[in-house]
């Protein structure tokens, strides 16, 4: 297409969002980020309960004459980014329910396959002060691929890892952007920017579907929060934005981050890749002794291990994955998570000797 050149990455581009993205060349970009306007539909100020007004969000951009014009926009910017994201990308898009049915809707209708809604849960929403209402207390983010058969990344590991070894869930508990990190004009001390995104957010959507060297694109870039993360995880990031007080914003804070001098402690190894531990190989190598009792968490049931790698239970036999199974009458069973060592008078389970046998092999 005319007008493309070579994509330039760590940059922001100035201008139009629709027409910035023309500039960048098809399947390019690993992973957008959205933060499009929400199209708040605001009426009249809004006051506190001591009549101060509420810094709200009343600029141009956020404003549209109709749902059909805003439709219009979405499916505009939507359709760039179907055509510079990689076949194996994905595309975040976060808003409120001013908006976000909206683009739902536009995402199916134009082949976007989506992955998860997640719910963004605020700890500290603003209150809703006419009393008229719920207090609006989440957003939400839609994660999708570009077709229903595209091989979306997905580093599972890390997620769990974040979430204390627990399957991360779509509902996400964060405090909204404030405190030190809400950047501020220093002369009137009024927000830099209206809807600035709390890092954290940002932490969990890249290290989610991104690795180190990708590219993460963020055609609504305001403050600077996609950047400042993305470099932070050592991705590399384009932003598009059209308010130049936001660009300077946005410049100086990314002159600001420190990146990390050490890629691989931003990598989670996937365990689907890990080299295969048998359990005889802990006895061999004496990090279990024949005879050492394993039990599992409340005692119900105990067997010995045995100089072969197998264990033995009072009636059962085998590898610590079949007597596990059978002592509990289940179809199958993880022996590493299910049989615990009894370690100074704590439960440990023999998972942490396999994981210390592989990272002695690595």
């Known amino acids: 297409m005319a007008g493309k050149k070579e994509l330039k990455l760590n940059q922001i581009l100035e201008g139009d969002s629709v027409e910035m993205m023309r ?9 957008i980020f959205a933060d499009p306007p929400y199209n708040l539909q605001l009426a009249g100020n809004l006051l506190r309960p001591n009549n101060t007004k509420v810094d709200a969000v009343d600029e141009e951009w956020d404003q549209f ?7 219009k926009f979405t499916r505009s910017w ?3 980014a179907r055509r510079v994201l990689k076949e194996t990308g994905t595309l975040w898009v976060i808003g409120s329910y001013h908006n976000i049915f909206r683009v739902g809707t536009s995402l199916q209708d134009m082949g976007f396959w989506i992955l998860n809604d997640i719910i963004w849960r605020k700890t500290n929403p603003m209150p809703n002060f006419r009393g008229k209402r719920f207090t609006n207390a989440h957003e939400t983010l839609i994660w999708c691929s570009k077709s229903q058969d595209a091989k979306a990344k997905f580093n599972y590991d890390a997620m769990k890892s974040l979430n204390e070894d627990l399957q991360m869930r779509s509902d ?6 404030a405190g030190p990190e809400r950047l501020k004009d220093k002369k009137t001390g009024r927000k830099a920017h209206p809807t600035q995104k709390p890092e954290a957010l940002l932490h969990r959507v890249i290290l989610s579907s991104s690795d180190p060297n990708d590219v993460i694109l963020d055609p609504f870039f305001g403050s600077g929060t996609t950047g400042a993360v993305a470099k932070k995880l050592c991705r590399n990031f384009v932003g598009i934005e059209r308010d130049i007080n936001y660009i300077n914003v946005a410049k100086k804070r990314l002159q600001e981050v420190v990146v990390p001098d050490d890629v691989d402690l931003l990598k989670t190894p996937s365990k689907k890749n890990e080299p295969r531990i048998p359990f005889g190989w802990l006895v061999e190598r004496g990090l279990l002794e024949p005879g050492t009792v394993l039990s599992d968490t409340r005692n119900r049931h105990t067997a010995k291990v045995r100089a072969d790698g197998s264990i033995i239970s009072s009636q059962h036999r ?3 994955h079949r007597v596990g199974a059978l002592v509990q009458d289940a179809p199958a069973c993880n ?6 060592l009894n370690v ?9 000797l396999r994981q210390k046998l592989r990272a002695e092999i690595h």
């Open 23 to 31: 500039t960048i060349p098809n399947n390019s970009i690993d992973v």
């Open 335 to 340: 022996g590493w998570t299910f049989w615990h």
């Open 318 to 320: 085998g590898s610590i």
């Open 78 to 80: 939507l359709n760039e």
């Open 65 to 71: 004459e109709s749902f059909a014009q805003y439709d």
């Open 172 to 177: 996400w508990l964060l405090p909204i952007c």
């Open 344 to 352: 100074e008078g704590k439960k440990m389970p023999i998972d942490i």
